[in-house]
C-alpha cells in the first residue's frame, strides 16, 4: 500500500511520505516505543467549568527556557529538552534530545492573563481559565402574563 | 556489563492493583552511559522525586522503580490523556564486573541518575615508571 502511495504521488511526494514516515517510525520507535515520546512529548488534558489544566511529560528541562504562547483558542508550548552531556561510551540512548512542540486547541479563546503555569519534578502543568466573557451566560426568556 | 531485562516488562506492565483499580506502571527511557570507572544510567521518571524512587539489587538485578501522583486533579474531569500510567518500572541485568558496593543514585527533576561503579579489579590501573 505504501509503495503504492509513492509511484501515484511523484518524486516530492515521495520525500514528503518518506519524511512522515521516519517521524512516525522515530515517534513509534524512540525509546521503549510508546507513542507519545521524543519530539512530541505526552500531553494529559483535564477540565471543568471554569479551567482547562495540561500536563505535560518533559523531564530534565530549563523551565526558563519554555516558551507557552496563547492566540486564540490555540495553545503552544515550545522548548527543548537539553543534549545528554556525556557524547562519548554510549551503550543506550532513548531518552529524545532536541526540540518538542505541542499545540493544544482550546475549547474556548483564552488570555494570557488567565494561564498559569508550574514545572515540578519533570511535569508542567498549565492551568487556563476560562475568560468572563466565554462563559455561558443565562438569558431570562419574558412572558407577557 | 548491564542489559535491559525484557522479560520485565511483562511482569511488570501491571504492577499492583489495589481494589479495582489496575495501576499500570510504564517502561522508563534510559540512557547509558560508560567510561573507564563507571557507568551512568540516566532514566526518564516524571512525577518522580528522590522519596518516590526505589531502586534495589536483588542478585544481579537491578531494579528502578517509581510511584508517581498522576490522577485526575480534583474538581476536574479527564478531557484527553496520552500518559495515565501511576509510575515506572524497569529493570537490568548487571555483570559481576560491576561493584555491588558502588552504586549510588540521584533525582532532579524528573531525571534519575544512577552511577555504578566498576569493580577495582577491572578499572584500568596506571603503571608508574620509575627512573633510575
Redesign the interface.
Known amino acids: 500500500m505504501l509503495v503504492g502511495r509513492f509511484s501515484r504521488n511523484g518524486l516530492l511526494n515521495s520525500f514528503r511520505e518518506l519524511d512522515w514516515m521516519e517521524r512516525e517510525l522515530n515517534r513509534l520507535f524512540?525509546?521503549?516505543g510508546?507513542?507519545?515520546?521524543g519530539e512530541y512529548p505526552?500531553?494529559?488534558?483535564?477540565?471543568?467549568e471554569d479551567s482547562?489544566?495540561i500536563?505535560l511529560?518533559?523531564?530534565?528541562?530549563d523551565p526558563e527556557k519554555l516558551d507557552i504562547s496563547v492566540l486564540g483558542n490555540s495553545l503552544a508550548i515550545r522548548g527543548e529538552l537539553p543534549e545528554?552531556e556525556?557524547t562519548?561510551?554510549?551503550?543506550?540512548?532513548?531518552?529524545?534530545s532536541g526540540k518538542f512542540e505541542r499545540a493544544i486547541r482550546l475549547p474556548f479563546r483564552a488570555k494570557a492573563e488567565g494561564i498559569d503555569a508550574d514545572?515540578s519534578?519533570?511535569?508542567l502543568t498549565v492551568t487556563v481559565v476560562k475568560p468572563e466573557d466565554e462563559k455561558p451566560r443565562k438569558i431570562a426568556v419574558k412572558s407577557d402574563s | 556489563?548491564?542489559t535491559?531485562e525484557n522479560r520485565v516488562k511483562e511482569e511488570s506492565g501491571v504492577a499492583a492493583s489495589e481494589g479495582d483499580v489496575v495501576r499500570e506502571y510504564?517502561?522508563?527511557?534510559?540512557?547509558?552511559?560508560?567510561?573507564e570507572e563507571s557507568?551512568?544510567l540516566?532514566a526518564?521518571?516524571?512525577?518522580?522525586?528522590e522519596k518516590s524512587v526505589d531502586l534495589s539489587l536483588e542478585k544481579n538485578i537491578l531494579t528502578i522503580e517509581a510511584k508517581v501522583e498522576?490522577r485526575?486533579?480534583e474538581?476536574?474531569?479527564?478531557?484527553?490523556?496520552?500518559?495515565?500510567a501511576e509510575g515506572y518500572s524497569r529493570q537490568f541485568r548487571l555483570s559481576d564486573d560491576i561493584d555491588r558496593d558502588g552504586i549510588s543514585a540521584s533525582v532532579?527533576?524528573?531525571?534519575l541518575r544512577i552511577t555504578l561503579k566498576k569493580a577495582k579489579e577491572i578499572q584500568p590501573k596506571k603503571i608508574e615508571i620509575k627512573t633510575a
Open positions: 524512540n525509546g521503549n510508546l507513542p507519545g515520546a505526552q500531553l494529559n488534558v483535564y477540565s471543568n482547562l489544566k500536563r511529560f518533559i523531564p530534565g528541562i545528554g556525556i562519548e561510551g554510549v551503550l543506550r540512548s532513548e531518552r529524545y514545572y519534578k519533570g511535569i | 556489563m548491564i535491559s510504564s517502561v522508563p527511557e534510559v540512557d547509558v552511559f560508560e567510561n557507568l551512568l540516566v526518564n521518571v516524571p512525577g518522580a522525586d498522576n485526575v486533579p474538581g476536574y474531569k479527564r478531557y484527553y490523556a496520552e500518559n495515565e532532579n527533576n524528573g531525571v
